[in-house]
């Protein structure tokens, strides 16, 4: 029985045996053997980067949800091997193979390092850097909301929170006195929002968040 993917050029293997092949042996005179020798020593360089590529893989923390690498454990690794372990990290995350040009672009941002930077997979699918780690997920939709809260439990359904608002103290919970507001409401951040907090005065928002080292992906969804 004959292998019908042994007659098409649509797979790499089959490019080099029909056309690659023959083009050495015309052009540069290349007899069988030093063919088969280059061969040989293509197919053992592939073995071994990909066997090192596994090794990699294997530092990684993976759920359903997403596949985390630590960044010391890939800055400095050579990029023909980091090609190899993001494949298979954008293969294992969302079924489907990444081109190459987004590769090398995950690549880069792993070697500046600048938290919050990512690198668009697909329409469903980011790699992240958030600190000291990189981050192969699916992308999260962003969900504003802003909620009036009343005097006793408040659901915040798009962060699965419950406010609870009551008069007078409760020890072990935060406590603020009902008539000094008017409305009170909860809601996702907006540009050019500050804090007041006490003995500092006002603060920027995201500056907060930065110091508290809150990822960049989770900041619109905070309350």
Known sequence: MTDETNLTTDYLRNKIRINLIPYLKEEF?????GV???S???????EYIKEEAEKIFKKATVSDEKITFLLSDIKNIHSALLKRVFQSAVIEISGKSALKDTLYN???????????KKVVISH?????????????KRKEEKNEYC?????GDSIIKEINCVFTLSQGEDKGKMSMNLPKFKELKV???KNGDRMFIKNTGT???KDIFIDRKIPKDKRDIYP
């Open 147 to 151: 909620y009036q809260i009343k005097e």
């Open 124 to 136: 469903e699918f980011e790699a992240i850097i958030s600190y000291d780690t990189l981050i192969f």
């Open 203 to 205: 603060k920027k928002l």
């Open 40 to 46: 040989d020593s293509l197919r053992e360089d592939s």
């Open 187 to 189: 809601r996702t951040r």
């Open 29 to 33: 005179s290349l007899k069988d053997e």
């Open 36 to 38: 088969v020798s280059i």
């Open 106 to 116: 995950i690549i880069n941002i792993v070697k500046k390092g600048e938290t919050g």
